[in-house]
């Protein structure tokens, strides 16, 4: 089984700065990873798939990186509404996917 | 317009079944699968496996076989998650999701909230 583990589990940045979130795969996953958004009492919203394709409607400030094991989703100028709980996924053990265990991104 | 729309939460007695569901409108139901996610309380995202709105055929998490079943009514676009025999520790958000073009979850429903208690 491919686990996927997130650093860190918890963040706390001010509304402007720059913060990069990691998820590491237990092995090579290419780039079948996605990234979601969770705000408080809310759906999760998708954000990022194919590791770095930005979803439609999703604002630029996003972005993705990385292949194989080593990913990031990076908020290059956080605005209030983005602190939340994002999680990462892996598609590559089709049909069986599996969900990291989420960074929870809070207002210092 | 594109949602979908789940049913309401629901409170059960360990031991009992409760059938959750999940209807899309604005799509067309069969293009996409449809997957299932838990959310226990104060916790992460689970994913408990999809459904593929073609074949019927469903795919299960591990931790998530016997007990659980994906159905679907394809003449009501509605997809349903049945859980039986219940125990406390099924007390959680549950999730319906559609799958997109490169299988991420690009379309969610709002949750349903199971209550499992004497």
């Known amino acids: 089984d491919i686990q996927l583990t997130q650093s860190p589990s918890f963040l706390s940045a001010s509304v402007g700065d720059r913060v990069t979130i990691t998820c590491r795969a237990s092995?090579?996953?290419?780039?079948?990873l996605a990234w979601y958004q969770q705000e408080p009492g809310k759906a999760p919203k998708l954000l990022i798939y194919?590791?770095?394709t930005l979803q439609s409607g999703v604002p630029s400030r996003f972005s993705g990186s990385g292949s194989g094991t080593e990913f990031t989703l990076t908020i290059s100028s956080l605005q209030p509404e983005d602190f939340a709980t994002y999680y990462c996924?892996?598609?590559?053990?089709?049909?069986?996917?599996?969900f990291g265990p989420g960074t929870k991104l809070d207002i210092k | 317009q594109v949602q979908l729309v789940q049913s309401g939460s629901e409170l059960r007695k360990p031991g009992a079944s409760v059938k959750v569901s999940c209807k899309a409108s604005?799509?067309?139901?069969?293009?996409?699968?449809i997957n299932w996610v838990r959310q226990a309380p104060g916790q992460g995202l689970e994913w408990m496996g999809w459904?593929?709105?073609?074949?019927?055929?469903?795919t299960y998490a591990q931790g998530f076989t016997g007990r659980f079943v994906f159905s679907l009514d394809t003449s009501i676009s509605t997809a349903y998650l049945q859980i039986s025999s219940l125990k406390a520790d099924d007390s959680a958000v549950y999730y319906c999701?559609?799958?997109?073009?490169?299988?991420?979850?690009?379309?969610w429903g709002q949750g349903t909230l199971v209550t499992v208690s004497s």
């Open positions: 604005g799509y067309s139901f069969t293009d996409s699968a």
């Open positions: 999701a559609r799958e997109g073009a490169t299988a991420a979850a690009d379309l």
């Open positions: 194919a590791a770095s």
């Open positions: 459904i593929n709105t073609n074949t019927v055929k469903s």
């Open positions: 996924q892996q598609f590559n053990t089709y049909p069986l996917f599996t």
């Open positions: 092995q090579g996953i290419s780039s079948y």
